[in-house]
Structure formats: structure tokens, C-alpha cells
């Protein structure tokens, strides 16, 4: 049999780490003023948290996902609880700190969207030693693990490059989407995908980079460096990259205007794993990707997208090879 081309099927198990987790609240009031006491709408909960997020939506794109994540206090318990409500696989930690609660708030007057994200609990050194012994153990046989989102408070920075010489160890993968010096520590390292955006492909070259040519140049520097097999790089209406050693392509989103911004990212990243394992080209995998990206703006509150959404949103996306 044929290997694949991207190094592992649908049928094979992907697992998400997300180190810092949160169950995400939206409402809308009519207008944000100091002092006021600001009536909202019924708020919308929903599980978050990056990896959490990308789990759920290959989940409804008809894959196999584990979501391994911290739990802690009445929060964790709830987000543990509402995940295995919608049927996807959790394999919890539980911690002794409480999970966050993160809230956006869409201000009618002017259609604003405010984000308000705490910064979530401090994890030991036992805790985050647990929580990379079960990806490990889950990523035996050469798994692909997808570790999205923001370290918890005074975590090392090193965490995903560690995490990523040890997949390699065990003949797995690692899909990273993360910022900063985790970002940068852990392409030393080197990752099989990684999903900076504009800002952050900026940070890791040191200088501030405009226009396509600019951020499809950069992504096959990382690429030729060996620091990642593949770049997907999202550059907000523009659209995003998917930079490979065969190619680059340019994938034009859609012209709508987002109801929400929370879990876009997140929704491109699940359709793109799947896509990919899946075996469809280059192109079309960013064409997915980007699709399920758009139906995640169009979704209220922290809504991520769905199957139905996502096939509205092909029919205005289209790629080209650059």
C-alpha cells in the first residue's frame, strides 16, 4: 500500500494538547459606557481553549480526535462534562488550580467585539510531567499531535520544543499554533506544521513584512531551514498560505462581514488537519481550511464552524499557486 502523502490517514488517531483550556462566554449589550450597569443577553457557553477547539471541529468533519487537557475546580468539571456531551474524546488532568473562563462581549451599537481572556492557572512541574506523559502514551506509534493555544502563567517557555524532540522520539508529529518565544524555541526544535499569523511570522524574522510575496518568502525560508515540513499562514482577510518544499499557494477568503472572530483560527486548523489527512492536494486542503475559517466569523458568539457553513463558504474561496 501507498504510503501518505502527509504522513498519516484519517483513520489514525489525532490527538490536541491544550495546556490552558477555558469555557468561553459570549453575550451582547447595546453599548459598553463606564459606571453603567450594562444588561446583556442570555450568554452563550461553550468549551475553548485552542487545541480543545481544533478537536471539536475534526470531530464534525468525521475524523478521530483525543482532546488531553488540565482540569481543575467546578469550571473543568463543567468543560469535561461538555465535551464528552458533544461525543468527542477527553483525557483530562486534573490539577489543583480552576480552569478559566474567558468572555467576549458585541457591542450592538457600533457591531464592536470585545474579547476578554484571563490568564488561567498556574500548573506544576508535576502537572505539566502528567499532562506530556499522556500525550506521549497516546501518541505511541507515530500519532499526530496538535498543541494549540497560550502556555499557562510561569510555565517554561521550552515546554513545546521539549514536547516536540520527544514526538520525534516516537516517530509522531507535531502541529504547533502558539506565539512568542514558545514559538520561536520550538521551531529550533522543529515541527512537522506550524500556523503563525501575519504578526507573528513578522516577530520570528525580525522585521515587519507586508504583501503576499513577502509572507510566502518567509514561510519558505522556515520551510528550507527544516525548522517545518509546512507553513500555514493566516493573513486575516486576505486569506492564508500554505507553504510546502513543492509549492506555495494563496487562498482568497471570502468577502463577508465576521459576526464573531473567536474560533476562526481554530476552525481553519481543524478543517486543514483533516483535509491533509484526508489526502487532498495542497490546494484544495487551504481551500478547506480557509472555508471553515469564513463559517467561524459567521457564527455567533464562540460558535466554531459546522459542515454546512463550510460548504457555503467553498463556493466564494478560491487558490492559486504562487
Sequence with gaps: MQAPRYGFRMTERIVTLTLNPAIDIATMTQKLSPFDK??????????????????????????????????????GAMLEHMLRKEG?????????????????????????????????????????????????????????????????????????????????????KLVLDTSGTPLKLALEEGVWLVKPNRTEISELVGTRLRGVNSWCKAARDIVTSGKAQIVALSIAAEGALLVTRTGCWHAHAPAIKPVSTVGAGDSFLGALICSLASEREPADALRHAVAAGSAALLAPGTELAHTEGIAQMLEQTSVEPL
Excluded at 470531530?59 to 482532546?67: D, M, S, T, V, W
Design 88 to 172: 468527542l474524546a477527553v483525557r483530562s488532568a486534573q490539577i489543583d488550580g480552576t480552569t478559566r473562563e474567558d468572555f467576549s462581549v458585541i457591542e450592538r451599537a457600533s457591531g464592536n467585539e470585545y474579547r476578554f481572556v484571563m490568564p488561567g492557572p498556574v500548573l506544576s512541574d508535576g502537572e505539566l510531567s502528567a499532562l506530556l506523559d499522556t500525550v506521549l502514551a497516546e501518541a505511541e506509534g507515530g500519532a499526530v499531535v496538535v498543541a494549540s493555544g497560550s502556555l499557562p502563567p510561569h510555565t517554561r517557555a521550552s515546554f513545546y520544543a521539549e514536547l516536540s524532540a520527544a514526538l520525534k522520539a516516537k516517530g509522531a
Design 38 to 75: 450594562l444588561r446583556c443577553d442570555p450568554e452563550r457557553r461553550d468549551p475553548g481553549g485552542g487545541g480543545i477547539n481544533v478537536a471539536r471541529v475534526i470531530l464534525r468533519l468525521g475524523g478521530n480526535a483525543l482532546a488531553v487537557f488540565p482540569a481543575g475546580g467546578g469550571t
